[in-house]
């Protein structure tokens, strides 16, 4: 090899020396700089560096932190079952990354929901060397919600009441009714048959309303448990296949994801959102079509699809589906969706709903498999 070239070749890894040394630079203020927090670690796990943003919110110096492990920062909420499935997650190179809330802690002992992320670091050989994680604190985002929340609550005291008094005065009426002629000694056994089987109806009607008011109004705390959301949808379903009343001549198709895995959520509160939905539908289509179930596991969550063969819904009323009173049936509060996306989202998921008018709809609630772990 002649000098020249060998003074070429030096010249040109000299550049690409440079040019490798200011991208290092770049990263390394951005990572410095950054008002997410940061830190990287090796593929063990050790800490090697955190951002001021980090130092700043959790308390730690950065030779405090440098040489731990993220351990450091867990809450009481993270479960060796949540970072089974976030390796899992991270370690598969054809996924390569994690994102989900969790609740970290800081060296006082305050606790604080952040949106994670961890991302793996591989070479050019495809070994993962180390992990890159980023955090946004996601507190005062939180407290906004919960204080909007409230403030919709006390706005909607005035149509509560008045949709109150509407849904109890009904009820109310027929009972008066059906007990000054239930009193009456000339009634035949037939009649008064009849009237009690109307207290009875109209009874149960009223405790329903009060029902939804008070859970709208109080809302429960979940009750976390690891249960199987397949289970759970099967038992809701025999008891609808058992109801010639509520089922009519519907067909019900079924196809559930064998390989769905327990997880954690409250299950008496999703019976409940998963009755409301299922009753809604079998409604819409007045008690003849076609009613499809299906369960599935996408991106961490556990997914529950209720297609239904009914009219749809209007773009009006799907605009306004979980608002609440908002409902298009003769009777009901139209609280029913509206408490049923309030317990999905105190789950940390969603609804969705998809629809157009003579077509049909589908609702799918969505699930994060690590709720009650990472909350």
């Keep these: 090899m002649s000098k020249i070239s060998l003074y070429h070749m030096k010249v040109k890894e000299k550049k690409q020396y440079q040019i490798l040394e200011r991208r290092a630079t770049a990263f390394y203020q951005a990572f410095r700089n950054s008002n997410d927090y940061m830190f990287y670690t090796d593929r063990n796990a050790t800490i090697l560096d955190v951002n001021d943003a980090f130092i700043r919110r959790f308390g730690y110096t ?47 002992g305050e606790e604080i929901p952040i949106i994670l992320s961890i991302t793996a670091v591989r070479n050019s050989q495809g070994e993962t060397v180390g992990f890159v994680s ?41 009972i008066v009714t059906a007990a000054n002629s239930i009193a009456r000694e000339t009634l035949s056994p037939l009649e008064r048959e009849t009237l009690v089987a109307v207290l009875r109806k109209e009874s149960q009607r009223l405790n329903e309303t009060l029902s939804n008011f008070l859970q709208f109004s109080r809302p429960r ?23 010639q009343k509520i089922l009519g001549t519907v067909t019900i198709e079924e196809h559930f994801n064998s390989s769905l895995p327990s997880f954690p959520f409250d299950t008496d509160q ?9 009753l809604n539908a079998l409604q819409a289509m007045d008690k003849k079509g076609k009613l499809k179930v299906t369960t599935e596991s996408a991106l961490s969550q556990a997914i ?27 009777q009901g509060t139209g609280l029913g969706l509206a408490i049923a996306e309030r317990i999905v989202h105190a789950h940390h998921g969603r609804i969705l709903v998809e629809s157009e008018a003579g077509h049909g709809s589908r609702f799918s609630i969505l699930l994060p498999l690590h709720q009650g772990t990472i909350a």
């Design 62 to 108: 950065r030779d405090e932190a440098i040489g731990e492990t993220p351990r450091i920062v867990r809450s009481k909420h993270s479960t060796p079952d949540v970072y089974r499935r976030l390796w899992k997650d991270i370690l598969d190179p054809s996924i390569g990354f994690w994102r989900g809330r969790i609740v970290n802690r800081t060296k006082g």
């Design 134 to 174: 980023s955090g946004v604190d996601i507190s005062e985002q939180e407290e906004l919600h919960k204080r909007l929340a409230q403030t919709e609550a006390l706005a909607a005291v005035g149509t509560m009441a008045a949709v109150v008094a509407h849904e109890i005065r009904n009820p109310l009426g027929s």
């Design 221 to 243: 705390e979940l009750k976390l448990e690891r249960a199987n959301l397949n289970q759970i949808v099967q038992e809701i379903l025999s008891v609808v296949k058992s109801d």
């Design 270 to 278: 999703i019976r409940q959102v998963l009755w409301n939905i299922l």
């Design 304 to 330: 529950v699809h209720i297609d239904d063969t009914g009219p749809g819904i209007s773009p009006e009323s799907l605009r306004k589906i979980f608002q609440p009173f908002h409902t298009t049936k003769r």
